[in-house]
């Protein structure tokens, strides 16, 4: 009596081809691949580490494959966490994919109780809980930082993942406009907005889980008068 197909084992895919999704099933990781997403086919390269889990970490390092060869579509990572997970915290779990120093981070999306992110690179991907706020300094000293020698003002918010989702700054209470143009740091040129005096500047800057970290500076503008250089008059023998 023949077997019922619907029953024999399925086999575990060997190759990403162009032409057909591929899906990659083990017991706490699955990688769903779309067709197209490759020109060539590739062997699939899968390892989970198997070293102790970081404090923050919710799920073991799983590799697939890795950067050398370019994706063209994105494809979804999902994950079963090896702890449990507060329902307070689920909103700041983030999926990130890294090889070597390049990191790429983003919010986890939860299907039931596995963790779910889209990504377009091969690498290693893990998920983490972060409740780590950013940081935002002002360069200066003193209560009241004197910016009067400059032209402009500028931060550069730091994060424990390396993605700030918003900046804002007000000053004495009204948003101010930083421009960034898509790097890691917001600069504002002073304009009529900032006259000079004594000036209450606030900034708010938020990552991608959603912690938050607001500071706020005095900061004073005067005309700027460079310093005076003192003219040493040279003796002369007598």
């Not at 299907?111 to 950013?134: L, M, N, R």
């Not at 008068?225 to 040279?234: A, D, E, F, M």
Request: charged share 25%; glycine share 4%; net charge positive.
């Amino acid at each position: 009596m023949a077997a019922n197909p619907a029953k024999l084992p399925t086999k575990e895919p060997t190759h990403f081809t162009p032409q057909t999704a591929v899906k990659l099933k083990k017991p706490d990781f699955e990688l769903d691949f779309p067709a197209m997403g490759l020109y060539d086919s590739l062997p699939i390269y899968y390892r989970r580490d198997l070293f102790p889990l970081l404090p923050n970490a919710i799920t073991a390092r799983h590799q697939v494959n890795d950067p050398s060869t370019p994706v063209h579509l994105d494809f979804e990572v999902r994950f079963k966490p090896e702890k449990k997970i507060a329902p307070e915290l689920k909103n700041k779990v983030v999926v990130q994919r890294s090889f070597g120093s390049v990191k790429k981070t983003k919010l986890a999306t939860w299907k039931g109780e596995w963790i779910s992110a889209k990504f377009d690179d091969f690498g290693y991907f893990q998920a983490f809980v972060d409740t780590v706020p950013p940081l935002v300094n002002l360069t200066g000293k003193g209560d009241t930082i004197n910016v009067s020698a400059l032209s402009r003002i500028s931060f550069t918010p730091t994060d424990n993942f390396g993605v700030i989702k918003s900046f804002r700054a007000e000053l004495n209470g009204q948003w101010v406009r930083f421009t960034n143009d898509k790097g890691r740091t917001w600069v504002y040129r002073f304009d009529e907005r900032c006259p000079y005096g004594t000036h209450q500047l606030q900034v708010t800057v938020e990552d991608l889980a959603g912690n938050q970290t607001t500071r706020s500076w005095w900061i004073k503008r005067s005309p700027y008068r460079p310093p005076v250089k003192k003219v040493i008059k040279k003796k002369r023998r007598k």
